[in-house]
């Protein structure tokens, strides 16, 4: 093994380590992220599918938006732009480095409604929108790939709303990564999400009451 490689999986392991200490914690969210009414849910752009699960990820992706759903907070939405949070979700390998397959459209969504639980939801948006952050056309033609990252599922929730028709460009004001953060029925990757909102309410509310 080259000295780079080395370096490379020393700082992966460490980037791992230190959002796995992050995720139980619930730092307090911006003002406008407690306002947010409308939500829209997407494929992180660069997220590549597990050779022996090529719909992993947009599995992960309908079951956040059924578990956002039963919350009642948000409304969905079929177009990034018409969201005031934008959820982007990649389904973890269980490795830092593991084969994938990117691009095509393995993860496209046909025009449907999914009724969940009585509640529609409307289908029809794309796993990985071109407008939603920077990528090469090459990149969305299928092709086999090396994927490095945390091993684990990933939920970074982004502003949606005036970023320019590109959110994900911009910094996630909050992030999730554990194992099987992604999975139902629970789907903890929302759940923490959902303390995290209501911890930062909760304290809002407590230092209004006792300026």
């Known amino acids: 093994m080259s000295r780079a490689v080395a370096v490379l999986l020393i ?22 992220v407690l306002r947010a009414e409308t939500a829209f849910v997407v494929i992180a752009p660069d997220a590549g599918e597990p050779l022996t699960d090529p719909r992993a990820n947009a599995r992960a992706r309908d079951e956040v938006e059924r578990a956002l759903m039963k919350w009642h907070r948000f409304e969905l939405v079929p177009d990034a732009r018409d969201a005031d949070l934008v959820f982007s979700v990649r389904k973890g390998t269980g490795d830092a480095i593991s084969p994938t397959i990117r691009g095509g459209p393995m993860d496209q969504r046909p025009v449907i409604f999914q009724p969940n639980d009585g509640d529609p939801r409307v289908g029809g948006q794309q796993g990985r929108p071109p407008d939603l952050s920077q990528q090469d056309p090459i990149d969305r033609q299928p092709h086999v790939g090396t994927e490095y990252g945390p091993a684990n599922d990933t939920m970074e929730v982004y502003r ?18 554990a194992k099987d953060g992604l999975q139902s029925p629970n789907v903890p990757a929302v759940d923490q999400f959902r303390k995290a909102m209501d911890a930062t309410e909760k304290a809002a509310a407590k230092n209004t009451q006792h300026p």
Do not use: E, T
């Open 160 to 177: 949606g709303k005036n970023q320019g028709g590109r959110p994900l460009d911009s910094p996630p004001v909050w992030r999730y990564i």
């Open 11 to 32: 700082l992966l392991v460490a980037v791992s380590l230190s959002f796995s200490k992050d995720k139980k914690s619930h730092p307090p969210l911006p003002p406008d």
